[in-house]
């Protein structure tokens, strides 16, 4: 039986910045907020239900980690 | 002319391709996102460009640390929180390349070619007698061709999934979601057929 709540995005499984944030507590605020409460609003859940590529860092803002500076 | 494979050697060849492809890739296996992968090549390497220059190590640390820090606010993103809890089984596998994809979508088409040369008959261009005598030919039939691709791709898009995802896939481990999905087209699919079958007298 699964141990995840009724509010927890059920791309959780799938989605490949999840692990990463599940690393370090300083981290754990973004699945606090989004994997598991309000993922309808997470832009990589939004990208999933439409069919489209999700860059592996862009954040549940929707902004694109990279060097020289994040990108939306 | 030799007759066509038994029907059972398809039932049993796709009821094995879904879960071969489980155990192999660790992926649901659906056709329309693999196709779907196709038709958005642009973003499909836009992607790919962006996670190869991705930053690793401490340079993530950091970007994630003042991205945090940006969205939150020191209180929030200093706070104590929870470390989310580790999934519970295998993660899945890494989607398909491109490359992957087009290569499975190429193979399809040439699995029907090889069925039919297996069976002695020719190449014939063309949607068969059955159509021509239901659609007929030329402009109509092409109409007809496009407007039923729309409805597929429309129901596949809005459904979140083709004949392959949900029908083999999705009713393989009992989604409802799916269940319903292939109730549904496989009703409609019988309801149009025994139509036809009446109208046209196929």
């Known amino acids: ?72 | 002319m030799r007759s066509y494979w038994p029907w059972w050697t398809g039932a049993v060849g796709l009821g094995l391709l879904p879960l071969v492809y489980w155990i192999v890739l660790r992926r649901p296996f659906g056709v329309s996102g693999l196709i779907g992968r196709l038709v958005s090549v642009g973003d499909e390497l836009s992607v790919a460009k962006e996670n190869a220059a991705a930053p690793t190590g401490e340079a993530l640390d950091a970007l994630l640390a003042a991205a945090t820090l940006e969205e939150f606010g020191r209180e929030a993103a200093e706070g104590p929180m929870a470390v989310a809890a580790p999934l519970p089984g295998r993660p899945l596998g890494p989607r398909l390349g491109i490359l992957d994809a087009a290569a499975f979508v190429v193979a399809m088409g040439l699995g029907g070619l090889v069925a039919r040369l297996w069976a002695g008959r020719t190449l014939v261009l063309g949607m068969g007698d059955s159509f021509t005598r239901s659609f007929g030919s030329g402009l109509p039939a092409l109409s007809v061709l496009l407007a039923g691709g729309v409805l597929v791709g429309a129901g596949t898009s809005l459904a979140e999934g083709c004949s392959t995802g949900h029908g083999l896939t999705g009713s393989s481990r009992l989604q409802p979601g799916s269940l319903l999905a292939t109730a549904c087209f496989m009703g409609a699919a019988m309801c149009v057929s025994a139509l036809l079958g009446w109208r046209v007298g196929l």
């Open chain 1, 1 to 72: 039986m699964s141990e995840t709540s009724a509010r927890t995005c059920p791309n959780t499984a799938t989605c490949s910045l999840f692990p990463r944030l599940g690393l370090r507590a300083s981290l754990g605020v973004w699945t606090a907020f989004y994997c598991e409460s309000k993922y309808e609003e997470c832009a990589r859940y939004k990208a999933a239900r439409a069919g489209k590529p999700i860059p592996d860092l862009m954040l549940p803002n929707g902004k694109i980690l990279r060097i020289g500076g994040e990108r939306t």
